[in-house]
């Protein structure tokens, strides 16, 4: 699923409105006319970045460019690549003092580029109590979750004096022993003086405790909202602390409203570290909110990102901040905009041509998920992208709302040319194999989410689509038995911007148990490193700059423990990123 698209993501958008906007407006930032920008931010000073030049060697390279797929050496100048091959010919190159780094038999490969997650929200879940499962954290039974707050209050006394709120990320009841959701008592056990928000791992909902629900108003009285639930104790009428979708967006941006614009930023500088502590040098915000690109630029105005960062205002709700340039001004672009169809197929929300496997509690056997929207609006939407000339990033999990991008898209291309536009399906989980050739045949790039197959894998062959279907989620080999190009994304925060588990994920399919969710969906490591390297800089219109190590290019490295095209497939998960760097500077070293 895609947690910006949720209510948690809504109620940030407008606790940033209404708290902190106003005052924070970066002066001088109008989008349209970014033109010729510097593309980042870069802290060595000049003289230093020109006069010393920087040779990486001593271990493979791996160049993910197909005319020269490995060398012996990388020569870097300043921001830029310089030369790629021997060593020799490389070192003959340079224009002064060399400084050499050792890689001491560690792998370079161009840094990572995220074709689809949510930075600020990464922010949130870095800075908040991890409740996430294993494998990314400890949340797998109540007292774990309850533990976990704990702590986390414990060393973070003045962040909960300043905000009054204790806030955590990404309880999973379907992987905690007790299979059930927390409710307001076991957050009550935490404490009952100061207000506690946790949020579930799909971001659709979540649970408060009992001061949490006072503040937000929430009483035995308070009705049910369009479009969601605040669910009861056995009396039928006392809130038990969780929280359904616009139940959760009204009590959430209650309780959030209370973050001033420096907790944004806190986020956001948080979030571009997370990011580049897992090989990423280039991230995006999948679905900016009103406010939250104006404040992304203050962040970089500031300096306080490390990566560059592709900003994708919400269509609906963020037209006004729509205005894409293809450079960046201090580390942050508009990329185009976004549009959500649909939900998430392990939320049961997704919209499908044929029936959930097991239908959710309440629904009959015939329930296939919904829309978020109108079939006029997504059709709208798209129209309004190709009419302007924007990129369109369009979330579509279920194959009933593949089947309404493919509509939208070819009404838009008869009516306004194909051009070069790179629409792109976000997810595309349940596309159909049939529904492939029109994507190809439209152009539309694929954003797939084979990290999906690890982590909710054994739920979608069991629960959500049942064998036959669960077997072909993300079809990655289908599409490239096409032609077609794809990219392989995290969607963090619903699971960690790992870059070594999408890799792994998208080379093994093995799922928790592992089982292998659709082995003819497999790929090659070569193929799953393109995904997420030189084809989503193809996918932002970036493939002269990045996504592979060669002259002329910035010169944006991961370091990894070994080659993942010389380790075996199951072996992939245990590659660690040593360091991130960004146009040549060091931006994340693991200790």
């Known amino acids: 699923m895609c947690v910006a698209c949720s209510p948690f993501s809504g109620a940030l958008g407008i606790a940033l409105s209404r708290r902190s906007l106003l005052k924070h407006t970066v002066a001088g930032v109008a989008w349209a006319g970014v033109t010729g920008a510097t593309r980042g931010f870069v802290c060595r000073s000049a003289e230093a970045t020109e006069s010393v030049d920087t040779l990486y060697a001593g271990g493979p390279i791996v160049t993910i460019n197909d005319s020269q797929p490995t060398a012996e050496a990388v020569l870097v100048r300043g921001r830029r690549i310089v030369a790629v091959g021997a060593r020799g010919e490389v070192e003959s190159h340079a224009k002064g003092p060399i400084e050499t780094v050792d890689l001491e038999g560690r792998a370079l490969l161009p840094g990572f580029v995220d074709p689809h997650g949510h930075v600020v929200m990464v922010g949130l879940q870095a800075l908040a109590a991890n409740l996430l499962p294993a494998p990314d954290g400890e949340g797998n039974s109540i007292p774990a979750l309850q533990r976990s707050l704990r702590d986390w209050s414990a060393k973070n006394g003045k962040t909960i004096e300043r905000y009054g709120v204790i806030i955590g990320f990404g309880y999973d009841d379907s992987q905690i022993e007790e299979q059930r959701h927390p409710v307001r008592a076991d957050l009550d056990a935490v404490s009952s003086d100061i207000p506690i928000l946790i949020v579930h791992q799909s971001g659709h909902l979540g ?23 605040f669910r009861r104790e056995a009396d039928g009428a006392t809130p038990n602390g969780v929280c359904e979708e616009a ?114 509690e309440g629904q009959g056997p015939d329930y296939r998920g919904y829309a978020a929207i109108t079939k006029e609006q997504i059709v709208d939407a798209v129209d309004l992208a190709y009419a302007n000339g924007w990129q369109v990033l369009t979330h579509a999990n279920g194959d009933a709302a593949v089947d309404w991008l493919i509509e939208a898209v070819g009404a838009a291309t008869a009516k306004h040319g194909p051009g070069d536009r790179r629409a792109v399906l976000i997810h595309g989980q349940a596309a159909r194999l049939d529904q492939l050739p ?154």
């Open 247 to 360: 139940a959760f967006f009204a009590a959430a941006g209650k309780l959030l409203g209370r973050l001033d614009a420096q907790a944004y930023l806190d986020m956001i500088k948080a979030g571009a570290a997370f990011y580049a502590s897992f090989g990423y040098t280039t991230v995006q915000e999948g679905r900016a909110m009103p406010g939250s690109a104006t404040m992304l630029a203050k962040a970089g105005e500031a300096g306080l990102l490390d990566v560059d960062v592709v900003v994708y205002p919400d269509i609906f709700q963020s037209l006004k901040e729509i205005a894409p340039s293809r450079d960046y001004r201090n580390r942050v672009r508009i990329g185009g905009a976004k549009a959500t169809i649909d939900g998430s197929p392990q939320g049961k929300t997704a919209f499908l041509s044929k029936p959930y496997y097991k239908p959710p």
């Open 438 to 591: 029109r994507l190809k045949d439209l152009a539309i790039l694929p954003s797939f989410f084979p990290m999906h197959t690890y982590y909710w894998g054994d739920w979608h062959r069991n629960s959500v689509l049942g064998p036959e279907r669960a077997e072909r989620i993300s079809p990655c080999n289908s599409a490239r038995k096409l032609g077609m190009i794809f990219t392989s994304h995290h969607d963090a925060p619903v699971a960690n911007p790992d870059a070594i588990r999408v890799l792994s994920a998208t080379v093994t399919r093995a799922t928790r148990s592992g089982y292998v969710l659709g082995p003819e969906e497999r790929v090659d490591t070569l193929t799953a490193l393109k995904a997420m390297t030189i084809w989503p800089a193809v996918q932002y219109f970036e493939e002269a700059s990045k996504g592979t190590i060669e002259p002329g290019k910035l010169a944006d490295f991961v370091i990894l423990s070994a080659d993942p095209l010389a380790v075996k497939p199951e072996e992939l998960i245990t590659l660690k990123v040593v360091e991130t760097i960004k146009e040549g500077r060091s931006v994340y070293k693991a200790t």
């Open 207 to 229: 649970v408060l405790n009992s001061k949490a629900l006072d503040e937000a108003g929430v009483t035995k009285s308070t009705p049910n909202p369009p479009g969601g639930a």
